[in-house]
């Protein structure tokens, strides 16, 4: 039995990673988490309750809005500055250490993130592999980088299809798709 966090964020590749998980941990192995910055648009908890509908399970939700911070606003004014060379001190605050402290309360295996499947993303995730001391996993193997392992390597985790097609895909279908993004829906490899 393995205790696995899910972190939701909102997104599509958050909800289809922590689907993801639940298929190959199962449901009463993983916790769904989602840290709320106080400043999410009104459809993110709509999608959220979909979301907890689609997993048979709630998301729970953790913040420091109201204990450090009243605000995402206030937090700019706190530190007297909203971006630079390391990132936006909102997400800082708000999202990475709100995580980090949660984690120190819960015992866990695993972690599941979502990640766009592209070069800014890759390398997200990839700092965060090398500064959390953690692994991860392609659910497609990307031909930019093939030592990364993906789904396909690892056969005995038994990945089964995830949904039918439900209209998600289609909110930008009028944007130009990138390439891994238009060879990922058009092979259909997941759904």
């Not at 190959?24 to 907890?52: A, H, Q, W």
């Amino acid at each position: 039995m393995k205790k696995v966090i899910c972190w939701w964020s909102g997104g599509i590749t958050s909800a289809v990673a922590c689907k993801v998980a639940i298929d190959l941990f199962g449901l009463d192995n993983c916790r769904i988490v989602m840290i709320d910055t106080g400043n999410e648009y009104p459809n993110t908890y709509r999608f959220k309750d979909d979301c907890s509908m689609w997993y048979g399970k709630d998301i729970e939700v953790i913040t420091d809005i109201g204990k450090q911070y009243e605000s995402i606003q206030d937090v700019w004014r706190t530190h007297k500055y909203l971006n630079v060379a390391t990132g936006a001190i909102c997400s800082t605050q708000l999202n990475r250490l709100v995580r980090e402290k949660w984690q120190e309360s819960v015992d866990f295996d695993h972690q599941v993130f979502g990640f766009e499947f592209d070069k800014k993303e890759f390398n997200r995730a990839k700092s965060l592999t090398l500064n959390q001391l953690m692994q991860f996993i392609f659910l497609k193997k990307h031909p930019d980088y093939p030592d990364v392992i993906c789904i396909d390597d690892k056969p005995e985790m038994g990945v089964k299809p995830l949904f039918e097609c439900n209209g998600f895909c289609g909110t930008n279908n009028l944007n130009e798709k990138s390439q891994t993004e238009g060879g990922i829906n058009m092979q259909q490899t997941l759904f």
